[in-house]
């Protein structure tokens, strides 16, 4: 790691400064250092050094299978230290040159940079603000507010000479880059969803741990696109319409999108809102009722131990309390009788039964790295890591066709820590699993549905942000990927992913709510993408820095005032996106007996075990026949 042997010049100072990188949590933060503008013979940096020792804690094993979507940056020209063996932040260097643009917000209190490559940093301070700071700037860089966020200054570029640097000087691979080239052809015939996953894996490390030139960064770009070839049609610009309404223009279709109206939010359910919606033999009266209020607050942390299990289809709404009694007796024996099966099982067994061999090792490994900062999982030799590894292995009896698959860790742990029981732990995740069990499928259809929605809803809310990123190499959505296959759970803190999920359980106030959530954070980040001309790299880093800074009720909200949006024109929608939100399409095709015979004889010769390729109707983004498919769980990690 780079590490200057001249001592800078101090040019501004600045103390009582906090500042939190991409990896840190923000509640974690309890070191105030100092900022400064210090000079160097390479040039002027932004330093942070701390003048406290620091008590962030971050574990090592801390979402590291997630290392395509993560951002642990280590430039040559710009650097992030963490924690010494003692604990001790260390300095923050960034080069002037390196900064794109940087917002301030909070009334003055916090300023966000925002780096070419894509990188965050937020700066939070004490006891001045970030005015006094930016006017230092100004001595040494040219920047001009945004035209559509008056609290971003988007700072001026100067050109300068780029490095060219060879295929093999960027070091990608250990064998000849030619040779690997050849190689990856190769196995990518028979090795598909391994040959893929190893590339990126490898891919990774150059995107966001080296500097490549920008012809590198769109073969890699183009690399990862295959897998989800676009065959997109040229969004209309839209048009604007007076100051309250906008002209939208989207495929085959143009009407007006009326204002987003405001959804307030209201407050959790409470034990007397619960208990109104019993009946004398404690049946639950108006299940719809109560849904809408869990959808519009959430639910009281008191009360989540017992709603959760009727959310998850674990207590049918109906049953009385004896009844739940006596399904609860059943359903225990049942979990133990399933447990039997494999903690019975032999090591001659296992031996001859790679499959199950397999499944095991992989959940030891993601166990011991699951939420370890986590109080409830926190320490060694820790008893709820033995239920969480329990409880996925018997998920493996219960449903040896899907089995266990890297993510499903992240959406049991929650429920066990709330739980604090095996059995209800295990049949709430079952009826977990059973909401997003297309997630984790080998062939990954559901998750590249869920993309290819996610795409048609941004065009047909927002066809700029759409057509931006369909240039930069990010119509795929593929920088979405994290937030679906474990909705979200590793963007909010662990108060807000509770709240969000059990929303997400009522099916209110549509279907698919999760990527009107996901459009609804794409809309709040709009600006800084196409305002800092992000490409594919930069908008891959710049929403994994997202996590942990999302604020959920705004969120809800916007993401509620879209569906309205959308309701209000509803009978002026494309049946794709009718369907994509619950409604019934208004055109259905008939196909004739000749027709039907040309798309069954196509079925079966496709390529794809009589499986269509996934295409949203207005033909956003197409999945060829041939694609490289993304492998089970987006494991990196461990190749």
């Given at each position: 790691?780079?590490?200057p042997?001249?001592?800078?010049?101090?040019?501004?100072?600045?103390?009582?400064?906090?500042l939190?990188?991409?990896?840190?949590?923000?509640e974690?933060?309890?070191?105030?250092?100092?900022?400064s503008?210090?000079?160097?013979?390479?040039?002027?940096?932004?330093?942070?050094?701390?003048v406290e020792?620091s008590?962030?804690?971050?574990?090592?094993?801390?979402?590291?299978?997630w290392?395509?979507?993560?951002?642990?940056?280590t430039?040559?020209?710009?650097?992030?230290?963490?924690?010494?063996?003692?604990?001790?932040?260390?300095?923050?260097?960034?080069?002037?040159?390196?900064l794109?643009s940087?917002?301030?917000?909070?009334?003055?209190?916090?300023?966000t940079?925002?780096?070419?490559?894509?990188?965050?940093y937020?700066?939070?301070?004490?006891?001045?603000?970030?005015?006094?700071?930016?006017?230092?700037?100004?001595?040494?860089?040219?920047?001009?507010?945004?035209?559509?966020?008056?609290?971003?200054?988007?700072?001026?570029?100067?050109?300068?000479?780029?490095l060219?640097?060879?295929?093999?000087?960027l070091?990608?691979?250990?064998?000849?880059?030619?040779?690997y080239?050849?190689?990856f052809?190769?196995?990518?015939?028979?090795?598909?969803?391994?040959t893929?996953?190893e590339?990126?894996?490898?891919?990774?490390?150059?995107l966001?741990?080296?500097?490549?030139?920008?012809?590198?960064?769109?073969?890699v770009?183009?690399?990862?696109?295959?897998?989800?070839?676009?065959?997109?049609?040229?969004?209309?610009?839209?048009?604007?319409?007076?100051?309250?309404?906008?002209?939208?223009?989207?495929?085959?279709?143009?009407?007006?999108l009326?204002p987003?109206?405001?959804c307030?939010?209201g407050?959790p359910?409470?034990?007397?809102?619960?208990?109104?919606?019993k009946?004398s033999?404690?049946?639950i009266?108006?299940s719809?009722?109560?849904?809408?209020?869990?959808?519009?607050?959430?639910?009281s942390?008191?009360?989540?131990?017992?709603?959760?299990?009727?959310?998850?289809?674990?207590?049918?709404?109906?049953?009385?309390?004896?009844?739940r009694i006596?399904l609860?007796?059943?359903?225990?024996?049942?979990?133990?009788?399933m447990?039997l099966?494999?903690?019975s099982?032999?090591p001659?067994?296992?031996?001859?039964?790679?499959?199950?061999?397999?499944?095991k090792?992989?959940?030891?490994?993601?166990?011991?790295?699951?939420?370890?900062?986590?109080?409830y999982?926190?320490?060694?030799?820790n008893a709820?890591l033995?239920?969480?590894?329990d409880?996925l292995?018997?998920?493996?009896?219960?449903?040896?066709d899907l089995?266990?698959?890297?993510?499903m860790s992240?959406?049991?742990?929650?429920?066990?820590?709330?739980?604090d029981?095996?059995?209800?732990?295990?049949?709430?995740?079952?009826?977990f699993?059973?909401?997003?069990?297309t997630?984790?499928?080998?062939?990954?259809?559901?998750?590249?549905?869920q993309?290819?929605?996610?795409?048609?809803?941004?065009?047909?809310?927002?066809?700029?942000?759409?057509?931006?990123?369909?240039?930069?190499?990010?119509?795929?959505?593929?920088?979405?990927?994290?937030?679906?296959?474990?909705?979200?759970?590793?963007?909010?803190?662990?108060?807000?992913?509770?709240v969000?999920?059990?929303?997400?359980?009522?099916?209110?106030p549509?279907?698919?709510?999760?990527?009107?959530?996901?459009?609804?954070?794409?809309?709040?980040?709009?600006?800084?993408?196409m305002e800092?001309r992000?490409?594919?790299?930069?908008?891959?880093?710049?929403?994994?820095?997202?996590?942990?800074r999302?604020e959920?009720p705004?969120?809800?909200?916007k993401?509620?005032?879209?569906?309205h949006?959308?309701?209000?024109?509803?009978?002026?929608?494309p049946d794709h996106?009718?369907?994509?939100i619950?409604?019934?399409?208004?055109?259905?095709?008939?196909?004739?007996?000749?027709?039907?015979?040309?798309a069954?004889?196509?079925?079966?010769?496709?390529?794809?075990?009589?499986?269509?390729?996934?295409?949203?109707?207005?033909?956003?983004i197409?999945?060829?026949n041939?694609?490289?498919?993304?492998e089970?769980?987006?494991?990196l990690?461990?190749m």
């Amino acid at each position: 790691m780079f590490e200057p042997t001249e001592q800078g010049k101090d040019i501004s100072i600045h103390s009582g400064v906090v500042l939190r990188g991409s990896n840190t949590r923000e509640e974690d933060v309890h070191s105030t250092g100092i900022l400064s503008i210090v000079e160097y013979s390479f040039g002027k940096c932004i330093e942070w050094k701390p003048v406290e020792v620091s008590v962030v804690s971050e574990s090592q094993d801390q979402d590291p299978e997630w290392s395509l979507v993560n951002t642990h940056t280590t430039r040559a020209r710009t650097i992030s230290e963490g924690p010494d063996s003692l604990g001790r932040s260390r300095t923050v260097r960034i080069l002037l040159s390196d900064l794109k643009s940087f917002r301030i917000s909070r009334c003055g209190q916090q300023l966000t940079l925002m780096l070419r490559d894509g990188t965050t940093y937020v700066v939070f301070f004490q006891l001045s603000n970030a005015d006094s700071f930016t006017s230092s700037l100004k001595t040494y860089l040219k920047f001009i507010v945004s035209r559509k966020d008056r609290n971003m200054y988007i700072v001026m570029e100067v050109e300068d000479s780029v490095l060219e640097r060879s295929f093999a000087e960027l070091d990608l691979f250990q064998e000849n880059a030619s040779d690997y080239v050849w190689k990856f052809v190769k196995n990518l015939h028979d090795r598909p969803y391994e040959t893929t996953m190893e590339a990126c894996s490898k891919l990774t490390d150059i995107l966001l741990h080296k500097e490549p030139t920008r012809r590198v960064e769109e073969a890699v770009a183009d690399l990862l696109n295959r897998s989800l070839t676009l065959d997109i049609p040229q969004p209309p610009v839209s048009v604007g319409s007076g100051e309250e309404y906008e002209v939208i223009g989207a495929p085959g279709v143009g009407f007006v999108l009326p204002p987003r109206p405001p959804c307030p939010r209201g407050g959790p359910l409470t034990q007397e809102q619960w208990d109104r919606c019993k009946d004398s033999e404690g049946r639950i009266s108006n299940s719809e009722a109560l849904k809408e209020m869990i959808f519009r607050g959430g639910i009281s942390p008191s009360l989540r131990y017992e709603v959760w299990k009727y959310l998850l289809n674990y207590y049918p709404w109906d049953a009385t309390n004896a009844e739940r009694i006596e399904l609860r007796k059943r359903k225990t024996e049942e979990y133990f009788a399933m447990k039997l099966q494999w903690r019975s099982m032999t090591p001659g067994q296992e031996n001859r039964f790679a499959d199950y061999r397999d499944r095991k090792s992989l959940i030891e490994k993601d166990v011991n790295r699951t939420d370890r900062t986590h109080p409830y999982y926190y320490g060694d030799n820790n008893a709820h890591l033995g239920q969480l590894y329990d409880i996925l292995m018997t998920y493996v009896m219960y449903n040896f066709d899907l089995g266990y698959v890297q993510g499903m860790s992240d959406l049991l742990s929650p429920i066990l820590c709330l739980m604090d029981s095996e059995v209800d732990a295990f049949w709430c995740f079952v009826g977990f699993m059973n909401k997003v069990s297309t997630n984790f499928e080998m062939d990954q259809e559901g998750m590249k549905l869920q993309l290819s929605q996610l795409h048609s809803l941004v065009v047909i809310t927002d066809s700029q942000l759409a057509q931006y990123l369909d240039k930069h190499e990010s119509g795929n959505m593929f920088f979405c990927f994290r937030w679906l296959l474990v909705l979200f759970k590793r963007e909010f803190n662990a108060n807000d992913i509770l709240v969000l999920w059990e929303i997400l359980w009522t099916d209110l106030p549509c279907k698919n709510f999760l990527l009107l959530v996901c459009v609804a954070i794409l809309d709040t980040e709009k600006n800084i993408l196409m305002e800092n001309r992000y490409g594919f790299t930069e908008i891959l880093k710049h929403i994994n820095d997202l996590s942990l800074r999302i604020e959920l009720p705004w969120t809800l909200s916007k993401a509620e005032g879209i569906y309205h949006q959308l309701m209000s024109v509803a009978d002026h929608l494309p049946d794709h996106i009718r369907i994509i939100i619950g409604l019934e399409p208004q055109h259905k095709p008939e196909i004739s007996d000749s027709e039907d015979e040309v798309a069954t004889t196509e079925s079966q010769t496709n390529g794809n075990g009589g499986r269509p390729s996934v295409s949203s109707d207005s033909g956003n983004i197409r999945f060829g026949n041939n694609e490289v498919s993304f492998e089970r769980g987006i494991n990196l990690s461990y190749m």
